[in-house]
């Protein structure tokens, strides 16, 4: 009796790296069937030192990373075969529960169904090598239970072998086998079965769908039926002739009896006598019912060696980098399975982001960026960690503040990437200047305030975002003015006691756009310009004193609308939402919105009434930090004008036109003096 040697999965880890991509970012919750390719090649051997004798290696299909695409690419190569492809099904399944309770009996004969109509409709043989992968991926651990089946049909009575193995080289000759292999190497696909017959002495290679043309008036001694053989067990053929064996007795019943060529050699031997491929004769009785279909097995046994899954664990083999890489998303892209299918994680994470300021809000800030994905952050501040500082910033430690204190950014940005080795974080010492706070009249001075200016710059040039997030008013309005003018994205958040402002500034006007239609920055609500709030003031006023829980807040609020804000399809023009008088009336669809909701301009934040108020404030012609006039003499002359605005406390106002409008506002004050107010007695009461 003609015996096969099973299939064996091979299961390369590439294959579970693209499988969780795949579940993560394109089946989600779906259970559905998709196809699958595998491969297999030519039975292998290796000879056992000791006795001499070939020693057969396992009969394997593999699947890895090009699994999942319509075909398995063919490897080139000018003196080997490329490897078999097989095609398959593939189900995962979402729960543990549902893959151990899947019906795997209906799967399959659904499975034999497609084969034997492929067989009995279609006369193709593409389907004899298919397969079926059942898996459930636990994503979080790592872990991905598995099973293969491979159907093959049982023949009733079993097929016989008549007559004993042989070589191929007696029955083709070194030559006729090096036509053989030939023919196979130079096929755009390795074919998984071919005819052979003998013209002349000559053998020729074709197609099994054309066995009649092929064999036509070809006697039965010149013919042959080869298929490659994944087995090398020498007179055990692998699993794909039994399909193959269905497939001819169902198409051609009258004939019984065939002989096989179990092509095994890749590349073609040194010497003549070396060829591994076997020939032998196989009958099956006459009389056999060939035309209906025959029933089916295939299911894959376990280690054990039972019929049952496999597991395969790659947390121990994981690279611990890669690991934190694809787990530091997981959250965030099954937001995408149910909630926000429309959600661009990848805009998202592309986004770099630049942190002026280190301390409370800067760590708070980071930290939640890192967990919204986000690739590059990038950290400035001029300040050293303090011993009041860990407490509250939870980017630092006790160690961070001995020896006088690290600098606060580039610890910030190495405890970042401690956190997560992923990121690209990087923290420089920077000192911003500020208008109110003169620079020295001296060439070392205006020089190193020249190259501060200058790093700032090109910090803003290499990101998309800037996070204000300093202490002071006044050191907000050199990043404003040159983030505005390079038309960035400015985040700015400042903390009261229990009070907090989170607002994003206004993009500079589009093309025909009006002033009153764009949105205003920090600074459009003053009459005065920044100017030095730093100098003479006591303890509690040289520190941040807020509670506690409102930093956290503030951050993640800024980080959220920046989200919001890169979803919307108007990016940084993207328009405020209009106050609404009862939040009931928040409606998604409107075009203001984000696939995340509301854009507001302005949130002011109080924790005393736990209450957070969307304001909408206009832009202002004479604003000293974003209006038209500042960010024209601010292109045109450069740091000369930062210099002005830094040693003269009244350019700024000069500049934009307040010291006018101060100006008129007294005299309309002095002419109301001089109104007389008093009533005439005769009046009437009010």
Request: contains cysteine; negative net charge.
């Amino acid at each position: 009796m003609l015996q096969f040697t099973r299939f064996d999965s091979l299961v390369q880890p590439e294959f579970w790296h693209k499988l969780t991509e795949l579940k993560i970012d394109v089946l989600r919750l779906s259970d559905e069937q998709i196809p699958i390719v595998g491969s297999y090649t030519v039975g292998r051997s290796v000879k056992d030192r000791e006795t001499g004798k070939d020693i057969a290696l396992g009969t394997t299909l593999s699947v890895g990373a090009d699994s999942f695409q319509s075909s398995a690419p063919q490897p080139s190569s000018t003196v080997s075969l490329a490897p078999v492809t097989a095609t398959g099904t593939f189900k995962n399944f979402n729960t543990i529960e549902e893959f151990k309770g899947a019906d795997k009996a209906a799967l399959f004969n659904a499975h034999v169904d497609k084969i034997w109509d492929s067989i009995i409709q279609t006369r193709s043989t593409e389907l004899l090598n298919s397969f079926i992968t059942i898996t459930f991926a636990d994503l979080k651990k790592y872990k991905y239970f598995y099973w293969f089946a491979f159907p093959a049909f049982v023949a009733k009575p079993a097929w016989e072998v008549d007559g004993a193995w042989a070589s191929a080289t007696d029955k083709f000759g070194d030559v006729g086998l090096k036509s053989v292999h030939e023919h196979l190497r130079t096929q755009s696909k390795t074919p998984a079965f071919f005819l052979i017959r003998f013209v002349d002495g000559k053998s020729q290679v074709g197609t099994v769908e054309s066995y009649n043309e092929f064999y036509s008036n070809i006697p039965a001694s010149e013919r042959f039926v080869g298929f490659i053989d994944p087995s090398a067990e020498e007179t055990n053929p692998g699993w794909p002739l039994r399909n193959l064996l269905t497939y001819l007795s169902a198409l051609y019943p009258n004939d019984r009896s065939f002989q096989i060529l179990a092509w095994r050699d890749s590349e073609i031997p040194h010497n003549a006598t070396d060829w591994k491929s076997r020939v032998f004769t196989t009958t099956v009785a006459a009389g056999t019912d060939s035309s209906s279909k025959p029933t089916a097995v295939g299911w894959e046994k376990n280690v054990q060696g039972k019929l049952g899954p496999r597991l395969a664990d790659l947390a121990p083999m994981m690279d611990p980098t890669k690991l934190a890489n694809q787990a530091v998303d997981l959250n965030l892209k099954l937001m995408r399975w149910r909630i926000l299918p429309a959600l661009d994680l990848e805009k998202v994470a592309e986004t770099k982001c630049l942190l002026l300021g280190a301390g409370t809000l800067g760590c708070y800030v980071a930290r939640t960026l890192m967990g919204w994905g986000v690739r590059t952050i990038t950290l400035a501040d001029n300040a050293r960690v303090s011993f009041s500082n860990p407490v509250r910033q939870p980017l630092f430690e006790f160690e961070d503040c001995l020896n006088g204190g690290k600098p606060k950014a580039p610890c910030a940005a190495e405890r970042l990437k401690k956190i997560f080795p992923g990121l690209n974080a990087t923290g420089h010492m920077l000192s911003i200047p500020m208008p109110g706070h003169p620079i020295p009249p001296n060439p070392t001075s205006i020089e190193e305030t020249k190259k501060d200016v200058a790093t700032l710059e090109k910090l803003i040039d290499e990101h998309d975002v800037v996070f204000l997030l300093m202490d002071s008013r006044e050191s907000r309005w050199l990043p404003s003015v040159i983030a505005k003018s390079k038309g960035k994205i400015i985040m700015n958040t400042a903390l009261g006691f229990d009070t907090f402002l989170v607002m994003r500034h206004g993009a500079r006007a589009k093309a025909g756009q009006k002033l009153e239609d764009t949105l205003g920055c920090y600074y459009c609500n003053d009459i005065v310009a920044p100017s030095d709030s730093l100098t003479d003031r006591t303890l509690d006023q040289m520190c941040t004193v807020t509670r506690p829980g409102l930093a956290p807040l503030a951050s993640s609020t800024a980080v959220e609308l920046l989200v919001s804000l890169l979803q919307h399809p108007d990016g940084i023009h993207a328009p405020a939402p209009p106050p609404l008088a009862n939040p009931n009336d928040f409606d998604p669809s409107a075009s203001t919105n984000s696939v995340l909701g509301m854009v507001p301009h302005q949130l002011r934040g109080f924790l005393a009434q736990f209450r957070n108020l969307p304001v909408v404030g206009r832009a202002y012609e004479r604003c000293t930090g974003c209006s038209e006039i500042v960010l024209k003499a601010y292109e045109t002359q450069g740091f000369d004008m930062f210099l002005q605005a830094f040693n003269d406390l009244k350019y700024l106002e000069k500049l934009t036109g307040l010291d006018k409008l101060h100006e008129e506002s007294a005299a309309v004050l002095e002419s109301m003096e001089s109104v007389d107010w008093d009533e005439d007695e005769g009046g009437d009461d009010f």
